[in-house]
């Protein structure tokens, strides 16, 4: 771990430590912790990917990578709602160096003074690979209308902005994704408290209602035809999101790790029983190889080989794999840590529990276990999961 990963993986330890502390009691509550949000826009977390020059802390994609694994070793619902904000700003970020716009300067300047706190409004039912949308944007004077729900609001209850995506059909163009970014309070738009799941409760990733929702010009930034695999979403969207969730998950199943450490296996001296040591083995294993895929992985995207070496398909694929490694590790992690804990962790009121509950999202966010699989055998195969929408030209010199 270099120096600077080593700084920003120091602030988020500290802000882990302290978020553990209420984590059982958000879960059990089924409540939002408001509170860790505060202490992150006061401890500079909320601009860490905003670059230093506009008054950010300018971690890049392996600082993110480092920091959201310690985050989320302390309150895993907490890491998962700010890397909707973290990894689309410095995905931003990415873009503003390559391209310093002055309106993207001046909304990550509102993102460094703490105007701004992002939410990323795009799961949907049965279309969970951005490459369709049931909700529909029609064209009016100056803009759209968008019409529709979404599912999975990571982050809506404390959103002042946020970016979503609906489906217009152009009848010059055909059938098209516009991606677009709005204030939370524009009009037209209800959170629906609808969040009562098995894990990851203190989300509280409510559905979100867009009932005839304005959307200017000004706020779309991009659109691609529906049905592709889009370059830009690898370069931008996909390349930061998949590393980022896979340490977010990995860091989950680490603070079980930790826990069992130091409530089940210090207290009651296991340690020296060769079936807890086999465990703790597996359980190393299964931490080193994730985080080095992870880390491989984040390190491709930020010296632009996923997209400048690999086409489109295979470059996805490369940024699935720390997805789907990191997820399914965790999950296999948390396996292992509940075999040792035996019947101290079935309860409820065991933090293990909770974090047992929290790391099964792992393999159901996007891409989920079954739509990887899918990339991973085509693409092996050399058979395409979808036509390609590539990188326009300009954009493929260009680094992360």
């Not at 009121?349 to 099964?360: E, M």
Request: overall charge negative; proline content about 6%.
């Amino acid at each position: 771990m270099t120096t600077r990963e080593q700084r920003f993986v120091h602030l988020a330890a500290e802000l882990a430590d302290d978020f553990a502390e209420r984590a059982d009691e958000h879960d059990r509550d089924n409540t939002f912790p408001f509170e860790n949000f505060e202490r992150m826009r006061e401890a500079g977390y909320l601009r860490l990917t905003v670059p230093e020059e506009l008054g950010g802390l300018g971690a890049d994609l392996n600082d993110l990578v480092a920091a959201q694994e310690r985050l989320a070793m302390g309150c895993p619902a907490t890491a998962l709602v700010v890397n909707m904000h973290v990894s689309p700003i410095g995905q931003l970020a990415s873009m503003w160096r390559s391209d310093p716009q002055p309106r993207l300067e001046q909304w990550l300047r509102d993102c460094a003074e703490g105007k701004v706190i992002n939410a990323v409004l795009s799961a949907e039912p049965g279309a969970p690979l951005l490459r369709d949308s049931r909700c529909t944007a029609v064209r009016v004077d100056g803009g759209y209308r968008v019409t529709g729900k979404k599912i999975f609001g990571t982050g809506s209850s404390v959103m002042t902005h946020f970016s979503s995506m609906a489906r217009f059909d152009d009848p010059e163009t055909g059938p098209q994704i516009i991606f677009y970014r709005l204030p939370a309070e524009s009009p037209g738009i209800e959170v629906l408290r609808t969040w009562d799941t098995l894990g990851m409760r203190a989300t509280q990733s409510n559905d979100v209602l867009f009932d005839d929702v304005f959307v200017p010009d000004e706020a779309v930034f991009h659109r691609y035809p529906v049905g592709t695999l889009d370059g830009t979403l690898l370069k931008t969207v996909w390349g930061w999101a998949q590393p980022t969730f896979a340490a977010t998950y990995l860091g989950t199943a680490l603070g079980g790790v930790q826990r069992l450490r130091r409530q089940i296996i210090e207290p009651r001296g296991l340690a020296d029983q060769p079936q807890v040591q086999a465990l703790m083995a597996e359980i190393t294993v299964l931490t080193e190889t994730a985080r080095a895929t992870i880390r491989d992985v984040a390190q491709e995207m930020a010296r632009g080989r996923l997209f400048t070496e690999l086409d489109v398909q295979n470059g996805m694929s490369r940024a699935v794999m720390a997805k789907y490694v990191g997820a399914n590790n965790a999950v296999a992690i948390m396996e292992k840590v509940m075999t040792i804990a035996g019947g101290a962790a079935f309860y409820n009121r065991s933090s293990l529990a909770r974090i047992y509950r929290d790391v099964r999202a792992a393999t159901i966010q996007p891409y989920n276990n079954l739509d990887a699989l899918d990339l991973f055998g085509k693409t092996s195969l050399g058979l395409p999961v979808a036509p390609v929408n590539p990188l326009p030209a300009e954009a493929v010199g260009s680094r992360s």
